[in-house]
């Protein structure tokens, strides 16, 4: 899509706002880079003109997306849950 100079301007602004608070250069080629311009150029396409908004939106977005990807690779979040202190069944279980 063909953007005027002012809502390419939004969209740059966007993501290196977007890169930095992610703590990643934004003038380098950092991991997943083209991911998060695609997150912002959605938010842009969707009405937003805000780039700190859209900045913001993406950056949450891209932590949450990652950081759930990094748990999976882990195996967190795998198997039965175990009961947590002060919970009905750990109070009632049985010493072994």
Do not use: C, W
């Not at 706002?17 to 250069?25: I, N, Q, T």
């Not at 949450?60 to 950081?67: L, Q, S």
């Amino acid at each position: 899509m063909r953007y005027t100079e002012t809502e390419q301007r939004i969209l740059d602004l966007a993501f290196d706002r977007a890169s930095r608070r992610l703590r990643r250069d934004p003038h380098t080629d950092h991991p997943r880079a083209d991911h998060l311009r695609r997150m912002v150029v959605a938010l842009f396409e969707k009405g937003f003109r805000d780039f700190e908004l859209i900045a913001g939106m993406a950056a949450n977005k891209k932590y949450i997306i990652e950081r759930k990807s990094k748990r999976k690779a882990n195996g967190i979040g795998r198997g039965p849950l175990s009961p947590q202190a002060g919970s009905r069944s750990a109070r009632h279980s049985t010493p072994d």
